[in-house]
């Protein structure tokens, strides 16, 4: 190997990286869901390959599976198949800031330091002789903008500085280098050694020829192996992503340092090995010789040499940045933005929120007007995925103002009906929601059927018994007391979880029923398990204590539900409400299904009201779990209020319940048919009659002694 004259500082050509989409698509899922405000430093792994084109080098690779698994362990290590021959891969440590401030902010001089410290390390306790991948350690820094899908980076491979540097005698091609029969058989050893499984991935080696011109490769822990034969050539071989004809690569730099500093060698023969569509290309590796002078200070152990090694950007000391925003499919887009805010919540301020659950609950929304497009909205809100709209009107000139889910558009050429354009609003605003529209009336007492027509209300009546039958949770959102009759009274059959909200003017009501009559733990159970996902089941359905079940929107009344339409002025056919009071209301319609689903208890909850004695969910993430919420605007006041079912409940009662089962359609068309006829069968009108005839007797004196009145 007779070199070229003259000398020259030996001068390496730095790695180049390269980020997979995927590593920063799994960066952010691990941010999200796992690693939340832990900034700690997590170890990754980067993959890089022999130059295998002559006009282009190999950059050190990052992928998805570059970062640790889903694992709950903080400190698991990427798991990376070895010994593959395109992938060598090389241990980094990534530091992920949470602001971009604190990016900025990082001490990288002490970061740099940090990483080559573990390098120095590893060379004098002689780990990398046992695996030379550390030789290669880099470093990440970054920041993930997960609001606008956009990442700060900035790459260091850190480099041991020889002080004074390496100097350069000699660097041609390896083909120049050998003889025929040497460079056959190092080609056969080559391919040999990268064939392997066991080598095929390993960086660095040691090259030694002997007499014959037979090449052998061998480990770095071979080293006082190779040194005992006299007159083999030996040479420190390297995978070099370089291509270019007259730089060895960046992991040399090490390689010397590890050289100099066990070794003691002062001139080292090296071959940066290179490729051709798999095969050792002689043609493209380069064989050199150096010169190094033992810096002064390399022998003691405590001292740690200066470092070198962030990576340049277009030639400037500056991070790089990407977005993936314009680069996402849009609808994959929007689903991480939707559930961007509620992974958010789990990082500090509910850490049991259970999305799951959310995201597979099916709700049934009774009335897409003024309340239920402000329930489907804020349910998409809280991550719920699943939502079918029930409503028979048309979306009228009035209604885009008060209805969100509206615009002009719908209104014209006589109004699309509500629940259709209800439904094409979620999906333009949310693509990823699966929301269904279901065009019908809903069957009320007080509102006689022809006989013409009973087929009709029949066939709406087992529609509806269908959709609550097929969904989780059900709102009752009409603009009736009666239109709520009917989904009361089969959500109390089926053990549904079922929430009301009701506007006057200025007031509202907002409450969830309580269980039906018939619930039993394993009916409930039973029902759970096949209504709600797996994680839906721990809703707790168990009646507790058997204590007196929570009301219904019915309980409280002693009469029927009845006509509440008929002869009617325009302003009270219409909902006249304050414009302010249906967002309200919706809110608190959701956030108290949300409660239900996070309440160890689950719909068998107790009814909760504020400083209670009794209350166990003040202790809960999410507070307090009150059966009614009834506000005023007027007033600008709130309170939670209690109130048990009854056991003469036209909706919810043992007795209704029972003459449902038993009768069916037929029970319904009675109770629609015949005004009087719930208040017969549950006691009602006695209950009427005897209080009406109850006589009080009324003492109009007055007791002169004063001392003796009480004020009450």
């Given at each position: 190997m007779e070199g070229s004259s003259g000398k020259s500082i030996l001068q390496f050509a730095p790695f180049q990286s390269s980020v997979d989409e995927g590593f920063w698509h799994r960066l952010s899922s691990l941010k999200l869901n796992?690693?939340?405000?832990?900034?700690?430093?997590?170890?990754?792994?980067?993959?890089?390959?022999?130059?295998?084109?002559?006009?282009?080098?190999?950059?050190?690779?990052?992928?998805?599976?570059?970062?640790?698994?889903?694992?709950?362990?903080?400190?698991?290590?990427?798991?990376?198949?070895?010994?593959?021959?395109?992938?060598?891969?090389?241990?980094?440590?990534?530091?992920?800031?949470?602001?971009?401030?604190?990016?900025?902010?990082?001490?990288?001089?002490?970061?740099?330091?940090?990483?080559?410290?573990?390098?120095?390390?590893?060379?004098?306790?002689?780990?990398?002789?046992?695996?030379?991948?550390?030789?290669?350690?880099?470093?990440?820094?970054?920041?993930?903008?997960?609001k606008k899908w956009s990442f700060h980076y900035w790459f260091a491979f850190p480099a041991l500085v020889l002080d004074p540097p390496?100097?350069?005698?000699?660097?041609?091609?390896?083909?120049?280098?050998?003889?025929?029969?040497?460079?056959?058989?190092?080609?056969?050893?080559?391919?040999?050694?990268?064939?392997?499984?066991?080598?095929?991935?390993?960086?660095?080696?040691?090259?030694?020829?002997?007499?014959?011109?037979?090449?052998?490769?061998?480990?770095?822990?071979?080293?006082?192996?190779?040194?005992?034969?006299?007159?083999?050539?030996?040479?420190?071989?390297?995978?070099?992503?370089?291509?270019?004809?007259?730089?060895?690569?960046?992991?040399?730099?090490?390689?010397?340092?590890l050289i100099c500093s066990r070794w003691d060698i002062k001139s080292v023969h090296f071959l940066c090995y290179r490729e051709n569509r798999g095969f050792a290309d002689l043609g493209l590796s380069?064989?050199?010789?150096?010169?190094?002078?033992?810096?002064?200070?390399?022998?003691?152990?405590?001292?740690?040499?200066?470092?070198?090694?962030?990576?340049?950007?277009?030639?400037?000391?500056?991070?790089?940045?990407?977005?993936?925003?314009?680069?996402?499919?849009?609808?994959?887009?929007?689903?991480?933005?939707?559930?961007?805010?509620?992974?958010?919540?789990?990082?500090?301020?509910?850490?049991?929120?259970?999305?799951?659950?959310l995201s597979s609950l099916k709700c049934l929304l009774l009335g897409a007007g003024t309340l239920g497009c402000q329930v489907a909205r804020t349910l998409m809100a809280w991550g719920v995925r699943r939502i079918t709209l029930v409503d028979n009107g048309r979306v009228a000139m009035s209604n885009p103002l008060r209805q969100s889910l509206?615009?002009?558009?719908?209104?014209?050429?006589?109004?699309?009906?509500?629940?259709?354009?209800?439904?094409?609003?979620?999906?333009?605003?949310?693509?990823?929601?699966?929301?269904?529209?279901?065009?019908?009336?809903?069957?009320?007492?007080?509102?006689?059927?022809?006989?013409?027509?009973?087929?009709?209300?029949?066939?709406?009546?087992?529609?509806?018994?269908?959709?609550?039958?097929?969904?989780?949770?059900?709102?009752?959102?009409?603009?009736?007391?009666?239109?709520?009759?009917?989904?009361?009274?089969?959500?109390?059959?089926?053990?549904?979880?079922?929430?009301?909200?009701?506007?006057?003017?200025?007031?509202?009501?907002v409450m969830r029923h309580g269980v039906g009559p018939f619930s039993s733990s394993h009916d409930s159970k039973a029902e759970a398990a096949n209504s709600l996902s797996a994680d839906m089941s721990n809703l707790g359905l168990t009646d507790r204590d058997g204590g007196k079940r929570l009301g219904c929107y019915f309980c409280n009344d002693v009469v029927a539900p009845i006509d509440s339409t008929s002869n009617r002025t325009l302003d009270q056919q219409c909902t006249v409400t304050r414009p302010g009071l249906a967002p309200i209301a919706s809110a608190l319609a959701v956030e108290l299904l949300v409660g239900i689903l996070h309440h160890p208890h689950g719909i068998f909850a107790e009814g909760e009201v504020l400083n209670s004695s009794n209350s166990e969910s003040s202790e809960q993430p999410l507070g307090i779990l009150p059966h009614q919420i009834r506000g005023s605007l007027a007033q600008f006041s709130q309170m939670t209020l209690v109130g048990h079912s009854s056991d003469s409940c036209t909706a919810c009662c043992s007795t209704v319940v029972s003459e449902y089962r038993k009768r069916g359609m037929e029970f319904i068309l009675q109770a629609?048919?015949?005004?009087?006829?719930?208040?017969?069968?549950?006691?009602?009108?006695?209950?009427?009659?005897?209080?009406?005839?109850?006589?009080?007797?009324?003492?109009?004196?007055?007791?002169?002694?004063?001392?003796?009145?009480?004020?009450?």
């Amino acid at each position: 190997m007779e070199g070229s004259s003259g000398k020259s500082i030996l001068q390496f050509a730095p790695f180049q990286s390269s980020v997979d989409e995927g590593f920063w698509h799994r960066l952010s899922s691990l941010k999200l869901n796992k690693f939340g405000i832990d900034d700690s430093p997590i170890p990754i792994t980067g993959f890089y390959a022999p130059c295998s084109h002559s006009q282009v080098s190999n950059h050190l690779t990052l992928l998805a599976e570059s970062l640790p698994s889903d694992s709950s362990e903080e400190s698991e290590v990427p798991e990376i198949s070895r010994g593959n021959r395109n992938r060598c891969s090389v241990p980094g440590i990534l530091y992920n800031t949470n602001t971009v401030e604190r990016f900025h902010g990082l001490d990288k001089q002490g970061l740099l330091k940090a990483e080559a410290q573990k390098i120095w390390e590893d060379i004098h306790n002689g780990r990398a002789l046992e695996d030379s991948s550390v030789l290669s350690r880099f470093l990440l820094i970054s920041f993930a903008d997960l609001k606008k899908w956009s990442f700060h980076y900035w790459f260091a491979f850190p480099a041991l500085v020889l002080d004074p540097p390496a100097t350069l005698v000699d660097l041609r091609p390896a083909s120049q280098c050998f003889s025929l029969e040497e460079a056959e058989s190092l080609s056969a050893a080559f391919n040999e050694w990268r064939n392997s499984s066991l080598t095929a991935d390993v960086p660095f080696f040691l090259v030694q020829i002997d007499t014959n011109s037979h090449a052998t490769i061998k480990h770095l822990k071979d080293w006082e192996t190779c040194q005992s034969a006299d007159g083999h050539k030996l040479l420190f071989g390297f995978y070099d992503p370089c291509h270019l004809p007259n730089n060895p690569g960046w992991p040399l730099r090490n390689f010397l340092a590890l050289i100099c500093s066990r070794w003691d060698i002062k001139s080292v023969h090296f071959l940066c090995y290179r490729e051709n569509r798999g095969f050792a290309d002689l043609g493209l590796s380069l064989v050199g010789e150096a010169l190094i002078t033992v810096p002064q200070g390399w022998r003691d152990h405590p001292y740690v040499p200066n470092a070198v090694g962030w990576e340049l950007n277009k030639g400037r000391k500056i991070p790089r940045g990407i977005s993936l925003a314009k680069s996402m499919d849009p609808t994959r887009l929007a689903i991480s933005a939707a559930d961007l805010n509620l992974k958010l919540m789990r990082w500090r301020a509910l850490p049991s929120l259970n999305l799951n659950s959310l995201s597979s609950l099916k709700c049934l929304l009774l009335g897409a007007g003024t309340l239920g497009c402000q329930v489907a909205r804020t349910l998409m809100a809280w991550g719920v995925r699943r939502i079918t709209l029930v409503d028979n009107g048309r979306v009228a000139m009035s209604n885009p103002l008060r209805q969100s889910l509206y615009t002009l558009d719908d209104c014209l050429n006589g109004g699309e009906f509500k629940a259709t354009a209800a439904v094409n609003s979620l999906k333009r605003i949310f693509p990823a929601v699966e929301a269904k529209g279901v065009v019908m009336s809903i069957p009320m007492p007080g509102h006689p059927v022809p006989s013409q027509e009973e087929q009709t209300v029949l066939d709406d009546c087992q529609s509806l018994h269908d959709l609550i039958d097929s969904h989780d949770v059900v709102f009752l959102l009409t603009d009736t007391r009666e239109s709520r009759w009917l989904p009361s009274l089969l959500c109390a059959n089926t053990n549904k979880i079922t929430i009301t909200a009701a506007l006057g003017f200025d007031s509202f009501l907002v409450m969830r029923h309580g269980v039906g009559p018939f619930s039993s733990s394993h009916d409930s159970k039973a029902e759970a398990a096949n209504s709600l996902s797996a994680d839906m089941s721990n809703l707790g359905l168990t009646d507790r204590d058997g204590g007196k079940r929570l009301g219904c929107y019915f309980c409280n009344d002693v009469v029927a539900p009845i006509d509440s339409t008929s002869n009617r002025t325009l302003d009270q056919q219409c909902t006249v409400t304050r414009p302010g009071l249906a967002p309200i209301a919706s809110a608190l319609a959701v956030e108290l299904l949300v409660g239900i689903l996070h309440h160890p208890h689950g719909i068998f909850a107790e009814g909760e009201v504020l400083n209670s004695s009794n209350s166990e969910s003040s202790e809960q993430p999410l507070g307090i779990l009150p059966h009614q919420i009834r506000g005023s605007l007027a007033q600008f006041s709130q309170m939670t209020l209690v109130g048990h079912s009854s056991d003469s409940c036209t909706a919810c009662c043992s007795t209704v319940v029972s003459e449902y089962r038993k009768r069916g359609m037929e029970f319904i068309l009675q109770a629609i048919n015949h005004p009087t006829y719930l208040e017969d069968l549950t006691g009602l009108t006695e209950l009427m009659k005897s209080a009406s005839s109850f006589d009080l007797d009324w003492d109009d004196g007055t007791d002169e002694d004063d001392d003796d009145c009480i004020e009450v």
